[in-house]
């Protein structure tokens, strides 16, 4: 029952994202954009919230349930950087798609500089699954 409920919600995202995609008229990419593509407001907020329905809140929810599983301090500890971790990574992917929707080329490259932070985000997910287990 559960690889059924994974397979239908695995192909209706796909679906989601399809249907967003396929529609011209809501992406403009040419000469005059220098090449990047110019999103809707309306198809960038759509991609948004499917994104953060169907990727982020379930992605914490389950975080959330292992995490009251453990019984070791030591593990929630660890558990809680990964959390952490994978929340930043999540903010700085938002971050990116909402900065290069923009086309304002300094908010692109204040965006650019910031995303250093990545690295930050990436210890905190290996000290939080593989350092010292």
Do not use: D
């Not at 593509?37 to 292992?66: E, M, R």
């Not at 086309?103 to 997910?125: C, G, P, Y």
């Amino acid at each position: 029952m559960k690889n059924q409920y994974l397979i239908i919600f695995s192909v209706l995202y796909s679906i989601f994202l399809i249907l967003l995609l396929y529609h011209p008229e809501n992406i403009t990419i040419s000469v005059s954009t220098n090449w990047n593509p110019i999103w809707k407001l309306n198809i960038l907020i759509s991609i948004i919230l499917i994104s953060l329905g169907c990727c982020f809140i379930p992605t914490i929810a389950v975080s959330i349930i292992i995490y009251r599983k453990f019984r070791l301090k030591i593990l929630k500890k660890k558990f809680k950087y990964f959390i952490i971790g994978i929340i930043g990574a999540y903010m700085t992917l938002y971050g990116a798609i909402i900065a290069y929707s923009t086309n304002n080329s300094t908010i692109i490259l204040i965006f650019s500089f910031t995303s250093i932070v990545n690295i930050v985000w990436a210890l905190f997910i290996y000290y939080g699954m593989t350092s010292n287990l």
